[in-house]
């Protein structure tokens, strides 16, 4: 069976950091597409950013961009989302996805058949 599992979560002030990893098992992780999502208190669910774990390009929502960096450890079956400068409008309950085929577009939820639990970060003064 396919797991996605994440963690790294947790409350920080304005202007700090965290690191979120999601670690991935009972799949071809090697060749798979993977994404971070959110969910703030009165906003529809955002991608956030993605990755393709064989290599090639990573994307970002103009919204981080710049000041998150997703990446990957093969080695460890992992894909991280490092946040840094982080705002209050970054508040928001994030997942982890994967697919192991392409969907229509990075961002659409619907494209994405495997789901973390998801974890909060929450950012304030």
């Known amino acids: 069976q396919v797991q996605l599992a994440e963690s790294g979560g947790g409350s920080v002030q304005p202007g700090g950091s965290l690191r979120l990893s999601c670690a991935a098992s009972?799949?071809?992780?090697?060749?798979?597409?993977m994404a971070w999502f959110r969910r703030a208190p009165g906003k529809e669910r955002e991608g956030v950013a993605t990755?393709?774990?064989?290599?090639?390009?990573?994307l970002y929502a103009n919204s981080v961009k710049g000041r998150f960096t997703i990446s990957q450890d093969n080695a460890k079956n992992t894909v991280y989302l490092q946040m840094n400068s982080l705002k209050p409008e970054d508040t928001a309950m994030y997942y982890c996805?994967?697919?192991?085929?392409?969907?229509?577009?990075?961002?659409?939820?619907?494209?994405?058949?495997?789901w973390g639990q998801g974890t909060q970060v929450t950012v304030s003064s």
């Open positions: 009972g799949y071809h992780y090697s060749s798979n597409y």
């Open positions: 990755i393709y774990t064989g290599g090639g390009y990573e």
């Open positions: 996805a994967a697919d192991r085929r392409r969907g229509s577009a990075w961002y659409e939820p619907d494209d994405y058949a495997f």
